[in-house]
């Protein structure tokens, strides 16, 4: 199975439906009498609610129904939850408002679902969620997350004064002290990571269906973890036991984060399903989505790394405040802190690091995990630092950065994370080779001659994914553990479901796991299917976020597999007639050592089923076998991007010229999916690193609201990119792979930035490097390097 | 209401439609063809690109009704039977979809780009004609490999001469 | 959107008289512009009226010694047509950049122009070469028909049949893109006519596109980007926004000038 199994770049199965229009995504959904649901949402940033009107808009044409915060509050539906406790410095709990389905009391950010409109088409609810009619009290908005937490500022929750939600740390913060009082140079950096719309190219959309006569709900959802979703909308939400709730995520069209969350739409949208008797179906807007959907990233950042006279580093510090908008998100605590702090060594040697992070409240849309969550940001801090540190004292930047390596693995860092397997220097020493490094200086010659400016920029990143050992996790303050399940179900003539708790929104598993199985058992891929998405076919899962779905899922997978096959052996044995323990199991046949005696897997599916030939109370018939694989530890991704830019002095414009990506991800179970894995991530990196802006006025407007104004990466912002693999298998899951799905979107931009800096010369440029950013960045360079 | 009366995927088609109707919805809605996709409400994302005429064009920003007497090929028009359009299978051969959201659009601004360009449409071409058609996933470097496969075999295919979609 | 009378007349003397049956009825040419306001809400017409089945407003002839394009014709028929690459190539190429080609495939030259977008680059080309716009009752000339953002000399009845544009000495466009928008931030027409040397701005004038006089003059004495060096566009009157601030683009507009006159 070598052309079909793991390691092969099979084309994939799910492909023939999406080219061929045949995708079921959640819009493609009608079910039989469906209505359409449209949230009224607040148009101010922060305001007492002192009424709400809806009777115009109940009178309107076609409306069922109008509902608001006062309506779930009656039917006592919870609020929407964070699900992960961060504790402060000071022992204390973070301080967390409540985040309700449809506002209650307030409104917190402009955008904020104030009520629903359910009416027979979407025109007529449009037409009626227009009157209705919210006396607001405005309250100043508080936008910046540097100056939200000042004296004076209005506070957006009550139960967090100076809108701070907790003041969390990570570290040694005397040893940290200790090296930069004795440090011969420290390099110093204000970083802030800007906010990020995640704009998957589906918007979210959920239809809610209630079925009386089995007291039955079913809820159609755009979701990255259905099972998830279930829970939450059960134990915490309220809407009904978890046996009575089916959660449906079917063809879903991108994530990236935005669809972990449980929002209020679709809890809005299962509710109402029993309110009105009908299904209740909602599809965001995409302007609708810029408010609605959780946002990424935004850090502020102060950020130090100490350095002995030889170069070696000493200690990192790095003081941030995290945005966490107006009500937390489903895991928005975790993300500037266990997802981001634990990473701050990069892959450096680093004595000692201390960090502090306060997640701030502020009315704008909540922020929670968007591709690569906490570890972007991680990394564009360590890589800047190192950047800056190289540059000031007159050291080569890969050399540099080589110099501080980890080179001995296990590596214990001074944050929790003990890296298991790596070499960076080879995937440094790979992809010098592959960006022609060497030829650096005569291309920027060359650029030069030709009235541009060109610069090269490193991102040596690592990554913490694999996501998570659910002790470890629950120690941190996760409320759930993270492992993934495997159920695999051989059928009498030996073809395979397997039901799997991850995901697919775009990553392929329903050929990269039926790949395992073919591994694994032997099976054809065409004969495996993968079952995933429906609550009601598996029946429990953690979902696809965090590049898990490889190091996790696929694990599970293994264990099964390993049960199977055991089963399988004793089965064929007693076929066979020979002794349980001699039988080997070798490309998809089961072998009577010492004999010639052999059956294939699928005769010995059938023989498992039909039962004549061994004793059931022995072995028991069927051939199907579940895990939940729960891993060791976190996967250590990491690698080198180099990006050269050249730059248009005269407008601005920056051209990416080449792109170089050398990542060690272990084993890999389809490369060509793991390469498409990484051109995307590379993609969204750019996109931060030069074009995406979310811009909030100070009235808590957003700005960038519209793909007019949010500047999405197309075709020609980038280049072709060159992708290389090194290998240093994952010593923690059975397959030895790291997960690819983040490394890309966490690796280039600091990879952009130090390319950019370096054409300019300069020190440090924000993000986004605009066209204008750098031309006014160009403006301030020594006349005789800016262009004649 | 408005009388309709247009060419989908080869076949007639005649409909009363409200006309405030865009050619998307008419396309999703009235003849179930859920294959064309809304992505955004400012007509830049190209996730509705359909062929209007042998042209491409977002469906989303065409009233169903300015197509009467049109010829409109959506992405369930491109195979022929069960033979793939040499556009979806360099898609399929060369990873150029993940999710498969934008990818209905995709194939068709490919094969539009293709008609218009040729065989030897190059890389630097199809990424400026892909301006229409935005993808969160792929980073374009594999559309942009499976367009320009896809533009040697649908020549080869038709021996030389443009193909417009069947 | 919100629901409308739908008329889809077959000559302009049937589109003439919908829209005399019709106060504040909206003409809809390629809809580019307009269905995406309308799907806003921002723009709620009671009538309709469809122009794409009118023939005679289709159409590129060469007329009284210049180009005449129909009004209903397609960005990317404009950029096509060996009439126009023969005649102005520099007005293929610029039809030839606007938008995307799903964009050009729809989007008319009447549309464009009659919707004098600040941003849009059809009114650039139109100001400098000093094009003459017909309509359903009159003739009028470039300089005479942009009036501000979004508004042109043509009355609430009028139709733009066609735009009879001279055949310059040279003309060229260069621009550059918002890069979400992809419409101009800065761009920049310059024709050497019978007249003379016109210069004309799109994406930074806070009235929308104008004639850069100074530029004019400095090129009418000498046609190099040389000359340009030292004419700046006054910021004070150059739109600001997120994405460009008024001394950026007022440098851009030199820049695209610069590139026009070289190209």
């Given at each position: 199975m070598t052309d079909q199994g793991i390691g092969a770049s099979v084309k994939r199965k799910e492909d023939l439906r999406f080219i061929t229009g045949k995708g079921q995504y959640v819009d493609d959904i009608n079910r039989h009498g469906q209505t359409y649901a449209v949230f009224a949402r607040s148009p101010v940033a922060h305001a007492t609610i002192n009424n709400i009107d809806v009777s115009e808009a109940l009178a309107?044409?076609?409306?069922?129904g109008v509902y608001t915060g006062a309506d779930l509050a009656a039917d006592k539906i919870g609020g929407l939850i964070c699900g992960w406790m961060i504790h402060s410095k000071d022992g204390s709990p973070m301080k967390a408002g409540a985040h309700p389905a449809l506002a209650q009391g307030k409104v917190r950010y402009?955008?904020?679902?104030?009520a629903v409109v359910i009416a027979e088409t979407l025109d007529q609810a449009k037409d009626a969620a227009a009157l209705i009619q919210v006396d607001y009290g405005e309250l100043p908005a508080v936008v910046d997350v540097a100056t939200?937490?000042?004296?004076?500022k209005a506070q957006i929750?009550?139960?967090?004064p100076g809108n701070t939600v907790y003041q969390w740390h990570l570290g040694d913060k005397d040893a940290v002290d200790a090296a930069f009082s004795n440090a011969a140079h420290v390099t110093k950096l204000d970083i802030t990571n800007n906010r990020l719309v995640p704009n998957a190219m589906e918007p979210r959309a959920a239809i809610g269906d209630y079925d009386a006569g089995q007291d039955q709900f079913t809820l159609y959802t755009t979701s990255q973890n259905p099972h998830v979703a279930r829970l939450v909308l059960s134990a915490?939400?309220?809407?009904?036991p978890e046996h009575k709730l089916r959660v449906i995520a079917p063809d879903?069209?991108?994530?990236?984060?935005?669809?972990?969350f449980i929002y209020a739409e679709e809890t809005v949208c299962i509710w109402a399903a029993k309110k009105i008797g009908r299904p209740v179906k909602w599809v965001a807007e995409r302007t609708e989505a810029f408010l609605a959907d959780a946002h990424g990233r935004d850090h502020v950042t102060t950020a130090e790394l100490a350095l002995d006279a030889s170069g070696k580093i000493l200690a990192l510090r790095a003081n941030t405040k995290a945005n966490l908008g107006a009500y937390l998100s489903t895991f928005a605590s975790s993300v500037p802190t266990y997802l981001y702090a634990?990473?701050?060594?990069?892959?450096y040697d680093i004595p000692a690091i201390y960090c502090e992070v306060d997640g701030v409240y502020t009315t704008t849309t909540p922020v929670d995990a968007y591709r690569g969550a906490g570890r972007p940001e991680a990394t564009f801090v360590v890589e800047r630092l190192l950047e800056v540190a190289a540059r000031q004292t007159g050291r080569d930047p890969a050399e540099f950065r080589r110099m501080n390596?980890?080179?001995?693995?296990p590596h214990q860092t001074p944050v929790i994370m003990a890296y298991d397997a790596g070499n960076y220097g080879a995937s440094l020493d790979k992809a010098l080779e592959m960006a022609d490094y060497k030829g650096l200086a005569a291309r920027k010659a060359a650029s030069a001659k030709a009235g541009k400016l060109r610069g090269l920029g490193f991102s040596a990143y690592i990554e913490a994914c694999g996501i998570a050992p659910s002790r470890a996790v629950g120690s941190l303050g996760?409320?759930?553990?993270?492992w993934e399940s495997a159920e695999i179900r051989v059928n009498p003539v030996g073809t395979i479901e397997v039901l799997t708790g991850s995901h697919s929104h775009g990553q392929g598993h329903e050929t990269t796991f039926a790949q395992v199985i073919a591994s694994k058992?032997?099976?054809?891929i065409d004969q495996v299917s993968i079952v995933h998405g429906d609550t009601d076919k598996v029946q429990m899962g953690m979902g696809t976020?965090?590049?898990?779905?490889?190091?996790v899922g696929a694990s599970a997978i293994v264990k099964a597999a390993e049960k199977i096959v055991a089963k399988g052996k004793r089965v064929a044995a007693a076929c066979m007639e020979v002794?349980?323990?001699?039988v080997d199991f070798e490309n998809g046949e089961f072998l009577g050592r010492g004999t010639n005696k052999k059956m294939t897997f699928g005769e010995v599916a059938l023989q498992a089923y039909v039962a004549?030939?061994?004793d059931p109370e022995v072995i028991e018939p069927g051939l199907k076998e579940g895990s939940f694989y729960d891993p060791k530890n976190f996967t250590f991704p990491s690698g080198v991007h180099i990006a050269e830019v050249e730059i248009d002095p005269d407008t601005g414009h920056t051209r990416i010229d080449r792109w170089t990506a050398v990542d060690d991800f272990?084993?890999?179970?389809?490369p060509m999916i793991v390469e498409g894995q990484v051109h995307g991530g590379i993609a969204q990196g750019v996109g931060q690193a030069m074009l995406e802006h979310t811009v909030y006025d100070e009235n808590g407007?957003?700005?960038?609201?519209s793909l007019m104004d949010y500047a999405m990466p197309r075709a020609d912002d980038l280049p072709s990119y060159n992708v290389a693999m090194t290998t240093t298998p994952?010593?923690?899951?059975?397959?030895?792979v790291k997960g690819c799905g983040e490394a890309g979107a966490i690796a280039a931009p600091p990879a952009v930035i130090n390319a950019i800096t370096d054409a300019l010369g300069h020190e440090d440029i924000a993000m986004p490097a605009t066209p204008q950013a750098v031309w006014r960045a160009v403006q301030k360079m020594p006349r005789k390097m800016a262009a004649e | 209401m408005t009388k309709l009366s247009l060419t989908v995927n080869g076949r007639r088609v005649a409909a009363d439609i409200d006309?405030?109707?865009?050619l998307v919805d008419f396309l999703r809605?009235?003849?179930?063809?859920?294959?064309?996709?809304?992505?955004?409400?400012?007509?830049?994302?190209?996730?509705?690109t359909v062929h209007l005429d042998g042209r491409s064009v977002k469906a989303c920003a065409?009233?169903?009704?300015?197509?009467?007497?049109a010829d409109v090929v959506t992405i369930e028009g491109l195979a022929s039977g069960t033979t793939l359009h040499p556009m979806q299978e360099a898609f399929r051969e060369h990873h150029a979809?993940?999710?498969?959201?934008c990818t209905p659009g995709m194939i068709m601004a490919g094969v539009d780009i293709v008609n218009r360009h040729?065989?030897?449409?190059d890389e630097s071409t199809i990424r400026k004609e892909l301006e229409g058609n935005i993808c969160?996933?792929?980073?374009y470097h594999n559309i942009v490999r499976a367009i320009e496969t896809g533009a040697a075999t649908m020549s080869s295919a038709q021996g030389g001469t443009k193909i417009a979609a069947e | 959107m919100q629901a409308f009378d739908y008329r889809r007349p077959g000559t302009v003397n049937e589109a003439d008289l919908a829209l005399k049956a019709a106060p504040g009825a909206r003409l809809l040419a390629g809809g580019q512009t307009l269905l995406p306001t309308m799907k806003l809400r921002l723009a709620t017409p009671d009538t309709v009226i469809d122009l794409?089945?009118?023939?005679?407003?289709?159409g590129i002839a060469r007329k009284d010694g210049g180009l005449a394009i129909g009004a209903m014709t397609t960005h990317a028929t404009v950029s096509e047509a060996a009439d126009v690459k023969g005649t102005i190539p520099g007005l293929a190429a610029l039809a030839g950049g606007i938008g995307d080609p799903q964009v050009r495939h729809r989007g008319t030259i009447g549309g464009s122009v009659a919707n004098n977008?600040?941003?849009?680059?059809y009114p650039a080309a139109v100001l400098a070469l000093g094009a003459t716009l017909n309509t359903s009752k009159r003739s009028i000339k470039a300089d005479d028909f942009f009036q501000g953002l979004?508004?042109?000399?043509?009355?609430?009845?009028e139709i733009l049949t066609e735009i009879v544009f001279p055949i310059p000495q040279s003309f060229a466009y260069a621009k550059f893109d918002q890069?979400?928008?992809?419409?101009?931030?800065a761009g920049v027409a310059v024709a050497r006519t019978a007249g003379g040397v016109r210069v004309a701005v799109t994406g930074a004038g806070q009235g929308g596109v104008f004639r850069w006089t100074d530029a004019e003059k400095a090129l009418s004495a000498n046609f190099s980007?040389?000359?340009?060096?030292?004419?700046?566009?006054?910021?004070?009157?150059v739109l600001s926004d997120v994405h460009a601030s008024a001394d950026y683009r007022a440098h851009l507009v030199g820049v695209m000038a610069r590139r026009a006159v070289v190209s």
């Amino acid at each position: 199975m070598t052309d079909q199994g793991i390691g092969a770049s099979v084309k994939r199965k799910e492909d023939l439906r999406f080219i061929t229009g045949k995708g079921q995504y959640v819009d493609d959904i009608n079910r039989h009498g469906q209505t359409y649901a449209v949230f009224a949402r607040s148009p101010v940033a922060h305001a007492t609610i002192n009424n709400i009107d809806v009777s115009e808009a109940l009178a309107s044409p076609g409306v069922l129904g109008v509902y608001t915060g006062a309506d779930l509050a009656a039917d006592k539906i919870g609020g929407l939850i964070c699900g992960w406790m961060i504790h402060s410095k000071d022992g204390s709990p973070m301080k967390a408002g409540a985040h309700p389905a449809l506002a209650q009391g307030k409104v917190r950010y402009v955008g904020d679902h104030v009520a629903v409109v359910i009416a027979e088409t979407l025109d007529q609810a449009k037409d009626a969620a227009a009157l209705i009619q919210v006396d607001y009290g405005e309250l100043p908005a508080v936008v910046d997350v540097a100056t939200a937490q000042a004296a004076g500022k209005a506070q957006i929750h009550d139960e967090a004064p100076g809108n701070t939600v907790y003041q969390w740390h990570l570290g040694d913060k005397d040893a940290v002290d200790a090296a930069f009082s004795n440090a011969a140079h420290v390099t110093k950096l204000d970083i802030t990571n800007n906010r990020l719309v995640p704009n998957a190219m589906e918007p979210r959309a959920a239809i809610g269906d209630y079925d009386a006569g089995q007291d039955q709900f079913t809820l159609y959802t755009t979701s990255q973890n259905p099972h998830v979703a279930r829970l939450v909308l059960s134990a915490f939400i309220g809407i009904a036991p978890e046996h009575k709730l089916r959660v449906i995520a079917p063809d879903v069209g991108g994530g990236f984060g935005s669809k972990i969350f449980i929002y209020a739409e679709e809890t809005v949208c299962i509710w109402a399903a029993k309110k009105i008797g009908r299904p209740v179906k909602w599809v965001a807007e995409r302007t609708e989505a810029f408010l609605a959907d959780a946002h990424g990233r935004d850090h502020v950042t102060t950020a130090e790394l100490a350095l002995d006279a030889s170069g070696k580093i000493l200690a990192l510090r790095a003081n941030t405040k995290a945005n966490l908008g107006a009500y937390l998100s489903t895991f928005a605590s975790s993300v500037p802190t266990y997802l981001y702090a634990p990473l701050l060594s990069g892959q450096y040697d680093i004595p000692a690091i201390y960090c502090e992070v306060d997640g701030v409240y502020t009315t704008t849309t909540p922020v929670d995990a968007y591709r690569g969550a906490g570890r972007p940001e991680a990394t564009f801090v360590v890589e800047r630092l190192l950047e800056v540190a190289a540059r000031q004292t007159g050291r080569d930047p890969a050399e540099f950065r080589r110099m501080n390596f980890i080179k001995s693995f296990p590596h214990q860092t001074p944050v929790i994370m003990a890296y298991d397997a790596g070499n960076y220097g080879a995937s440094l020493d790979k992809a010098l080779e592959m960006a022609d490094y060497k030829g650096l200086a005569a291309r920027k010659a060359a650029s030069a001659k030709a009235g541009k400016l060109r610069g090269l920029g490193f991102s040596a990143y690592i990554e913490a994914c694999g996501i998570a050992p659910s002790r470890a996790v629950g120690s941190l303050g996760a409320g759930v553990g993270l492992w993934e399940s495997a159920e695999i179900r051989v059928n009498p003539v030996g073809t395979i479901e397997v039901l799997t708790g991850s995901h697919s929104h775009g990553q392929g598993h329903e050929t990269t796991f039926a790949q395992v199985i073919a591994s694994k058992l032997g099976v054809p891929i065409d004969q495996v299917s993968i079952v995933h998405g429906d609550t009601d076919k598996v029946q429990m899962g953690m979902g696809t976020y965090g590049s898990r779905s490889g190091a996790v899922g696929a694990s599970a997978i293994v264990k099964a597999a390993e049960k199977i096959v055991a089963k399988g052996k004793r089965v064929a044995a007693a076929c066979m007639e020979v002794p349980e323990d001699s039988v080997d199991f070798e490309n998809g046949e089961f072998l009577g050592r010492g004999t010639n005696k052999k059956m294939t897997f699928g005769e010995v599916a059938l023989q498992a089923y039909v039962a004549h030939k061994f004793d059931p109370e022995v072995i028991e018939p069927g051939l199907k076998e579940g895990s939940f694989y729960d891993p060791k530890n976190f996967t250590f991704p990491s690698g080198v991007h180099i990006a050269e830019v050249e730059i248009d002095p005269d407008t601005g414009h920056t051209r990416i010229d080449r792109w170089t990506a050398v990542d060690d991800f272990g084993i890999l179970i389809n490369p060509m999916i793991v390469e498409g894995q990484v051109h995307g991530g590379i993609a969204q990196g750019v996109g931060q690193a030069m074009l995406e802006h979310t811009v909030y006025d100070e009235n808590g407007q957003l700005i960038t609201g519209s793909l007019m104004d949010y500047a999405m990466p197309r075709a020609d912002d980038l280049p072709s990119y060159n992708v290389a693999m090194t290998t240093t298998p994952c010593p923690s899951n059975p397959l030895g792979v790291k997960g690819c799905g983040e490394a890309g979107a966490i690796a280039a931009p600091p990879a952009v930035i130090n390319a950019i800096t370096d054409a300019l010369g300069h020190e440090d440029i924000a993000m986004p490097a605009t066209p204008q950013a750098v031309w006014r960045a160009v403006q301030k360079m020594p006349r005789k390097m800016a262009a004649e | 209401m408005t009388k309709l009366s247009l060419t989908v995927n080869g076949r007639r088609v005649a409909a009363d439609i409200d006309p405030r109707t865009l050619l998307v919805d008419f396309l999703r809605n009235d003849l179930r063809l859920t294959g064309t996709h809304v992505g955004c409400d400012t007509s830049q994302c190209g996730a509705c690109t359909v062929h209007l005429d042998g042209r491409s064009v977002k469906a989303c920003a065409v009233l169903a009704a300015s197509c009467e007497g049109a010829d409109v090929v959506t992405i369930e028009g491109l195979a022929s039977g069960t033979t793939l359009h040499p556009m979806q299978e360099a898609f399929r051969e060369h990873h150029a979809l993940q999710c498969g959201f934008c990818t209905p659009g995709m194939i068709m601004a490919g094969v539009d780009i293709v008609n218009r360009h040729g065989a030897s449409v190059d890389e630097s071409t199809i990424r400026k004609e892909l301006e229409g058609n935005i993808c969160r996933c792929t980073g374009y470097h594999n559309i942009v490999r499976a367009i320009e496969t896809g533009a040697a075999t649908m020549s080869s295919a038709q021996g030389g001469t443009k193909i417009a979609a069947e | 959107m919100q629901a409308f009378d739908y008329r889809r007349p077959g000559t302009v003397n049937e589109a003439d008289l919908a829209l005399k049956a019709a106060p504040g009825a909206r003409l809809l040419a390629g809809g580019q512009t307009l269905l995406p306001t309308m799907k806003l809400r921002l723009a709620t017409p009671d009538t309709v009226i469809d122009l794409s089945a009118i023939a005679s407003l289709k159409g590129i002839a060469r007329k009284d010694g210049g180009l005449a394009i129909g009004a209903m014709t397609t960005h990317a028929t404009v950029s096509e047509a060996a009439d126009v690459k023969g005649t102005i190539p520099g007005l293929a190429a610029l039809a030839g950049g606007i938008g995307d080609p799903q964009v050009r495939h729809r989007g008319t030259i009447g549309g464009s122009v009659a919707n004098n977008d600040p941003a849009a680059d059809y009114p650039a080309a139109v100001l400098a070469l000093g094009a003459t716009l017909n309509t359903s009752k009159r003739s009028i000339k470039a300089d005479d028909f942009f009036q501000g953002l979004f508004a042109t000399a043509l009355d609430e009845n009028e139709i733009l049949t066609e735009i009879v544009f001279p055949i310059p000495q040279s003309f060229a466009y260069a621009k550059f893109d918002q890069p979400a928008s992809r419409f101009a931030i800065a761009g920049v027409a310059v024709a050497r006519t019978a007249g003379g040397v016109r210069v004309a701005v799109t994406g930074a004038g806070q009235g929308g596109v104008f004639r850069w006089t100074d530029a004019e003059k400095a090129l009418s004495a000498n046609f190099s980007a040389a000359a340009l060096d030292g004419v700046k566009l006054d910021p004070s009157n150059v739109l600001s926004d997120v994405h460009a601030s008024a001394d950026y683009r007022a440098h851009l507009v030199g820049v695209m000038a610069r590139r026009a006159v070289v190209s």
